[in-house]
C-alpha cells in the first residue's frame, strides 16, 4: 500500500510503498477512504513536538480518517468485513481508574493496546524494516492496521469523506464545549482561533445553546466562515485588542472561553477575557515546556482555567451522535472542507494549512 512517510523533522513527507503485518488479536484493518489533514499533524512536521513519544522516525502520521473494515483478527467483538468505521486517537484501555470513571480520553493505560516489543510492528516498510503507528493509527495511508478501540461503526449512509473529520477536528471542538466546559444555554462565549477546531467550537457553542459567541482571529476569510457556524460577533485581532474589545462588547467578560491555536499569548487572553468564576478552556498544542503566565490575584475572583484532550470525548458513544446530527442537518461538515487531494499533494495541503488558506483538506483515497 502506499503512504506518506516522515522520516526527519523539520522534513516533508515521502510517499512510498509500506505494508502491514498479519492481523493479530484484537486487530482490525481497514481500507480508507479518506484522512484530514490535522494541525497537530504539522506540528509533528516541523519538529515542534517529538515523534519519538510514537516510536522515533520513520513515521506514518495521520489521525483522522474513516474506511471499510477488510478484516478483523481473533477476538474482535462489533466489528465484521464491510463495516464502516471512524477511527479516534482516544484510544482507551476500559479497564484503568479514568476509562471506568468514564473519562477514556485520559486513559492511563494505551500501552495495553499496543504490540509487545518484541513482536513485529503493524508497520513496515516493505524489506521488512519498522514503522511507527502515530497515533494509534497512521492515517496517511491505503490501509491502517489497528486495535478494535481506535474504531467506532458508524451507519453506511453516512459519507465517508465527511466522516473522516469527526474524528478528531470536529469532536475535539465539539466536544470541548458539551464535556470539558460544559457550555450552558444563554451563557457568552469566545473562541479564539477559526481554524478547523475553532469552527467546530463555535458551532459546538451555538448548539449548546449559548446566546453570544465571539470569533476571534487575524484572518477575516476565517472570521466570516465562523459566522457561517454561528459566530454573533467576530473581532480581527491584529486591528484591536482582542481582550479589551471582547470586555467592550460583553460588558465585563464571557462565561467561557476556548483557546483553539497552540500559543503562550492566545492562552493567556483567554483567560484575562473572563468575567468573574468563568472558565478558560486551551483546546490548542501550546509548546511542550511553554510556560503560560497569569496574575494571581485574579484567581481570587474564581476564574479558572483547563486543558481538554481530544474534547474529553467518549468516542463510541459520542461519534455515532455527532454523525447522526450531520444526518439530520443539524452539524455543519460540508462547509469545513475546503479542498480534497490525492495522497501525492499532501506536502501541498499542509503547505495552504500553514498559510491559513483551508479549513479542512481531506485525503480522498
Known sequence: MRAAVLKKAPGKLEIEQ????????????????ASGLCHSDLHYIEGKYDVAMWGGFPAILGHEA??????????????????HVIACSSIYCGRCRQCISGNPALCENKQSLQRAPTERRRLESLD??????????????????VHQNALVKIVDEMPLDRAAIIGCGVSTGLGAVFRTARVEPGSTVAVIGCGGIGLNTIQGARLAGAANIIAIDTLDLKLE??????????????????????????????????????????????????????????IGMV?????????????????????????????P?????????YLQG????????????????INEGYAELKAGKAIRTIIVF
Open 330 to 345: 443539524r452539524l455543519k461538515l460540508d462547509e469545513l472542507i475546503t479542498g480534497r487531494i490525492a495522497l501525492d499533494q
Open 287 to 315: 509548546p511542550r515546556d511553554q510556560k503560560i503566565e497569569l496574575d494571581g490575584f485574579e484567581l481570587l475572583s474564581e476564574r479558572k482555567i483547563q486543558g481538554s484532550i481530544m474534547g474529553s470525548i467518549r468516542f
Open 66 to 83: 474513516a474506511g471499510i473494515v477488510e478484516e478483523v483478527g481473533d477476538n474482535v467483538a462489533g466489528f465484521k468485513k464491510g463495516d
Open 317 to 325: 458513544i459520542d461519534i455515532p451522535a455527532y454523525v447522526t446530527m
Open 18 to 33: 509500506v505494508k502491514t503485518t498479519p492481523v493479530g488479536p484484537q486487530e482490525v484493518l481497514v481500507r480508507l477512504a
Open 128 to 145: 521488512g524494516k519498522p514503522i511507527s503507528q502515530f497515533g494509534n493509527i497512521s492515517g496517511f495511508a491505503e490501509c491502517i492496521l
Open 225 to 282: 466562515a465562523a459566522r457561517k457556524f454561528g459566530a454573533t460577533e467576530v473581532v480581527n485581532a491584529s486591528k484591536v485588542d482582542p481582550v479589551k474589545e471582547v470586555i467592550r462588547i460583553t460588558n465585563g467578560g464571557v462565561d467561557y472561553s476556548f483557546e483553539a491555536i497552540g500559543l503562550k499569548k492566545t492562552a493567556e487572553q483567554a483567560f484575562q477575557m473572563l468575567r468573574k468564576g468563568a472558565t478558560a478552556t486551551i
